[in-house]
């Protein structure tokens, strides 16, 4: 592994990781801005302006943004979180250039047409209107709605249709101008490359953006037992099942990881076999963690017919007060070390996963390992350190996000 990170002379970062053996190259601009970030008025905007930078520019038409990826064979998207928001394509080696002429325009000169603003307009409400149609993807909202809630973090990435609706060209533009910048992104490429050749094309491309404020209102997360749940004559009750957990430079999540694999985190997991293999109640169940910049949370999802919701809930309080008491087994370890060491080799098998670990650790200001120094990490985690990190994580307040035909107050029991 030899990862290397330079600053272009405007401050913006390009950081690389040759891939020797392959053809491809992964580029990602990444910008450190979320919905996080937002203001009262822009809700949703840092998701909406993720669709329209592929809209058009002031020279290039989204046409011929799109028909020019096609020619190289290139595959490219983009994706907005609460915390970062990154623009990426995957293409041949000798591609890489007419990719970054194409993120490099996108980026820095777009177009904000306002016919195109209206009809991206209407596609971002109809993604609403689809995350609103899934039982599970409003049970986890909720659940984050809920964890978070008069946090920055629990501001849902999409919006709502009322935000996307009065959303102004200026609003957009605004929200761009602020956060968009070399001193709020970086350009992270994995692949078949030479550093100083790609700091050599970022420095041409990027070579008038201006440095911009990249920082960012933290604040203390309160959080307390609480239920909220979305009543809707469903067959199954999809529920979200958690609490606050630690941020994402904590040095305990290694064991965070280990101790989620065990509960949830498999088809061997104690919750899955528990829950489906043992009782037949749930077809979907597993445990998650989530890591920000300043707090963390933890969340286990099942769906589960109506009748059957309460004995679910026994299920999971008891599960998780004995992975408090109790800790884990030798042999849980083992399995669970065995599994992260396979996910994590082939994970370097794919330039796209690698470019996504560089920026998203680049952003977040992690160490870049080694294969060899993370699979250490895993197998330095112990059952001390699962038992300390239970013990810390999952003995506070706890939350339930749900969607169903059940009411809030029928959850109420399994929060203390």
Known sequence: MQVETSQTSTGL?????????VRSVAVGCWIDTGSRDERPGEAGAAHFLEHLLFKGTEELSARYISETFDAIGAQSNAFTSKEYTCFWARMLDSELATGMD???EMLQRPAFRPDEIDSERNVVIEEINMNEDDPSDVAGETFMRTLFRGHPLGLP???TRESIGAMTPEDLRGYWRRRYGAGTALVAVAGNVEHEKVVEMVERRFDAWEAEDGTHDLAALRVGSRASVVERDTEQV???FGGESIHRTDEGRMADGVMHHI???GMSSRLFQKIREERGLAYAVHSFPMRFTETGGWGVYVGTTPANAHTVMEILTEELERMISEGVTESELDRAKGHMRGALALSMEDTNARMIRL???????????????????VEAVTRADIAGMAARNLTGPRVVGAVGPLPAREFEGYLS
């Open 13 to 21: 970062t390009v950081i690389t990781e040759p891939v020797p053996g």
């Open 102 to 104: 194409l993120l490099a």
């Open 157 to 159: 990435v999409l919006g």
């Open 238 to 240: 999809h529920l979200v």
């Open 263 to 265: 509960l949830g985190g």
């Open 359 to 377: 920026g998203r650790n680049q952003v977040f200001g992690l160490p870049h390992l080694s294969l060899d120094e993370r699979l250490a990490r």
